[in-house]
């Protein structure tokens, strides 16, 4: 036997436990003794643990020793053999530490801990490290501070200027209105008050030539008669050449006259007790034009009178929609154009393209509006009719006594061209009409009756006044708020109680 010691073989070599890797934060060397001073002890540090062998577990409040600590846990995983991922994930969750296990569980949520492998573990914790630092340092910067600071303020006053805006723009919006609704009005207070004066010149201009005539008589009577004769032979000149030309604009051609009303037909009842139903006079215009009530912007257009007569069945209309509402039941259909009395003026005429839809033109009648056309229906003020010589305007001014008045229109330009006082009264008047240059006025009592024609003015002066024959309509008990008389069809079209009517009437030659 040598006397060196005995080299032991492995076979007989003791037996060697090696002992389980220490969890992560504890000591290898195990709980300090009863007699030992913790306070001696060295404390451990966030990276490393304090004895050899051990690593502390990640802390994410402190995502800057990330790095530090994966170093750690490397040489750890080295120094206690461990290679397997599915060890080292077990290995460290079972010694993360709640608070890291709950981040853990969050990062790779929806996915479960058994389904992911130890290397996404680390890529997880890894990324909210850095993500976690990166805003700690730049919520931290003064700089960073001050920007949101600076945005919440800017935002602030961005609302604060949006609202100011906002209110600025609907207090202009609603002033705005107010201003043109008040400049409208003005407009029509100006025409008004120049017609008024315009009217007033003209009386002034009377007055004066007056005076003048009866201070030339004071100086000479026989110089008074020789100026007297000279006045008459010039008027009636004046008034020859005015008849000529009158009759040359009317085209004097129209000579008949209405003669008797021999029979009536109901077309349809529909709409309100007063209303205008009419047909334009012109060629190749079929349709019918449907006013209800006295005021209103809505038309009805229909096709022709069958598809009028039957439309509570069909309803086959069409709306047309006026700019302005209309006054009255005085409308007029001429040429493709309505004309009508706008609602809330005097002496306001508008001329509507039915068509197109659009207003083409418009006119003041000077001296109209403050008394109604007729006694009986105090809503028409000025009634506008149609015949073989044009347009015309029927209505009563405050100086004429009650009695009605008539202007011929140029429908082309919207003037007067002549006005005529006519003996017809307006008292007990319900309407009137035109029919080759001659007024025909259509009495009534106030309880209603027998509607009659017991006034007829010719323009052309060719109607003898006294033989003048009182028309009867003929149905007993009748209350027209329109009689328009249609010069195509030769007939009378009426509204009769909220009935339309159309009657046939016989004429003769003037006389």
């Not at 315009?198 to 020789?226: G, M, N």
């Not at 302005?324 to 493709?336: K, L, M, N």
Request: hydrophobic share 35%.
């Amino acid at each position: 036997m040598s006397d060196s010691p005995a080299e032991t073989s492995p076979a007989n070599s003791p037996v060697q436990i090696r002992q389980p890797p220490a969890p992560l934060g504890s000591s290898a060397t195990g709980p300090p003794s009863a007699h030992e001073d913790p306070a001696l002890r060295p404390a451990a540090s966030p990276v490393m643990a304090a004895a050899p062998g051990t690593a502390t577990s990640f802390d994410p409040d402190c995502p800057e020793d990330w790095q530090a600590w994966t170093d750690q846990l490397h040489y750890y995983f080295i120094r206690q053999a461990i290679t397997d991922d599915t060890m080292k994930k077990a290995w460290l969750l079972s010694s993360c530490g709640v608070k890291t296990l709950k981040l853990v569980r969050s990062l790779i949520s929806p996915r479960e801990l058994a389904d992911v492998p130890f290397t996404d573990v680390m890529l997880s914790l890894n990324q909210s490290g850095v993500l976690t630092r990166l805003v700690r340092r730049f919520l931290a910067a003064p700089l960073a501070e001050r920007f949101w600071r600076q945005k919440g303020s800017d935002r602030n006053r961005l609302e604060k200027c949006n609202r100011d805006m906002a209110d600025y723009v609907q207090e202009f919006w609603e002033f705005s209105k107010k201003m043109m609704s008040r400049l409208e009005g003005l407009n029509t207070l100006k025409a008004e008050l120049k017609n008024d004066v315009d009217h007033l010149l003209s009386r002034v201009e009377r007055a004066q030539r007056d005076i003048d005539y009866f201070e030339s008589t004071k100086e000479s009577s026989v110089a008074c008669v020789e100026i007297d004769e000279g006045l008459v032979e010039q008027q009636l000149m004046e008034e020859e050449k005015l008849k000529k030309k009158v009759k040359l604009m009317l085209n004097a051609s129209c000579n008949f006259m209405l003669a008797g009303i021999k029979s009536l037909k109901v077309v349809k009842k529909a709409g309100d007790t007063d209303g205008s139903w009419l047909k334009d006079p012109g060629k190749n215009y079929q349709k019918i034009y449907f006013f209800t009530g006295t005021k209103n912007k809505i038309v009805s257009e229909f096709a022709n009178i069958r598809v009028f007569t039957e439309s509570g069945k069909t309803q086959s209309s069409r709306r047309v929609t006026l700019p302005f509402p209309w006054q009255g039941t005085g409308h007029a259909v001429y040429e493709g154009f309505l004309f009508y009395h706008r609602h809330g003026s005097l002496n306001e005429l508008i001329k509507f393209d039915i068509q197109n839809q659009n207003t083409t033109g418009r006119m003041l009648l000077s001296g109209v509006g403050e008394t109604p056309a007729y006694g009986l229906h105090a809503s028409t003020k000025i009634d506008l009719a149609v015949d073989e010589l044009g347009l015309w305007a029927i209505y009563t001014e405050s100086n004429t006594n009650g009695k009605l008045v008539i202007t011929k229109i140029n429908p082309e330009n919207m003037t007067e061209e002549h006005t005529w006082d006519t003996p017809c009264k307006s008292q007990n008047a319900e309407a009137a009409f035109m029919m080759c240059g001659a007024l025909y006025v259509s009495y009534n009592s106030p309880e209603g009756g027998t509607s009659r024609i017991e006034c007829i003015y010719d323009t052309l002066q060719t109607i003898n006044p006294h033989k003048v024959p009182q028309l009867h309509f003929p149905k007993r008990q009748t209350s027209h708020s329109m009689v328009h008389y249609n010069s195509r069809e030769k007939q009378l079209f009426a509204w009769d109680n909220g009935s339309q009517v159309i009657y046939k009437f016989l004429t003769k030659q003037k006389s």
